[in-house]
């Protein structure tokens, strides 16, 4: 079963403007962590934010915020005011393994985002 | 302080070879996990290691196999190297905390093709 759907393969924003990637997840473990990378066309994959799933507040780093909806089980990544250099493929990762002990991080098929000027 | 170092970054093996692939973690995280990732499956979990054993494994043959030092380094090894073994193998460390609130960061990668 797939544990972290990203439903838009593609996504274009106009720069300056906000844009919203979707991620709902599917897991039994009563703890676990959210979490969104984005992987620009060098490869590497850098962290920009995390989400637990006891936090209240919705995460947020600079532009970027986390809008999480525990009962729907969605953790959409917001950027504000994107800019061309946010052109890149972003990732959903969710880590569990409370239950088993066996703790791993899986990730979404991920969303590329096209910054147009 | 340093990232996460890969090497080699690039790769060409001819399929039946076997490949070692190399991951320094940052300096004090102790867990290094290993991904493949293809354009057709995207980012799959290979294996995560901390303090030298390993805590989880993904769905891949035996033919996959790493290990990790008493120096935090880990090695990921492919035996009898397939045409599908052709992927971007990335390694991620962190402190590696019980938990699931464990930032892991990652390195460039290494790009693996067989040939």
């Known amino acids: 079963a797939q544990k972290i759907t990203q439903t838009q393969p593609g996504m274009f924003v106009q720069e300056k403007e906000a844009v919203t990637l979707d991620c709902t997840y599917d897991?039994?473990?009563?703890?676990?962590?959210l979490f969104w990378y984005k992987q620009p066309s060098s490869g590497e994959m850098i962290f920009l934010i995390y989400?637990?799933?006891?936090?209240?507040q919705n995460a947020t780093e600079g532009r970027y915020s986390l809008n999480f909806q525990k009962a729907r089980k969605s953790a959409n990544l917001v950027i504000s005011a994107s800019q061309l250099g946010d052109s890149a493929m972003y990732f959903c990762?969710?880590?569990?393994?409370?239950?088993?002990?066996?703790?791993?991080?899986?990730f979404g098929a991920g969303t590329r985002l096209f910054v147009k000027a | 302080k340093a990232g996460v170092t890969q090497t080699p970054r690039y790769l060409i093996k001819t399929r039946g070879q076997q490949v070692t692939l190399s991951c320094s973690p940052i300096?004090?995280?102790?867990?290094v996990s290993w991904y493949q990732q293809t354009p057709g499956q995207g980012l799959q979990f290979l294996f995560e290691?901390?303090?030298?054993?390993?805590?989880n494994k993904g769905n891949f043959p035996g033919r996959f196999s790493g290990r990790q030092f008493s120096n935090s380094r880990s090695e990921m090894n492919v035996s009898t190297l397939e045409l599908g073994d052709s992927a971007l193998y990335l390694c991620a460390s962190s402190l590696g905390r019980q938990g699931v609130n464990t930032e892991a960061f990652f390195g460039q990668g290494t790009r693996l093709t067989v040939v």
């Open positions: 897991t039994s473990d009563p703890s676990y962590g």
């Open positions: 990762a969710m880590r569990e393994g409370v239950v088993t002990g066996g703790f791993k991080t899986i």
């Open positions: 300096s004090g995280h102790r867990s």
């Open positions: 989400q637990g799933s006891y936090d209240q």
């Open positions: 290691y901390f303090s030298e054993t390993q805590r």
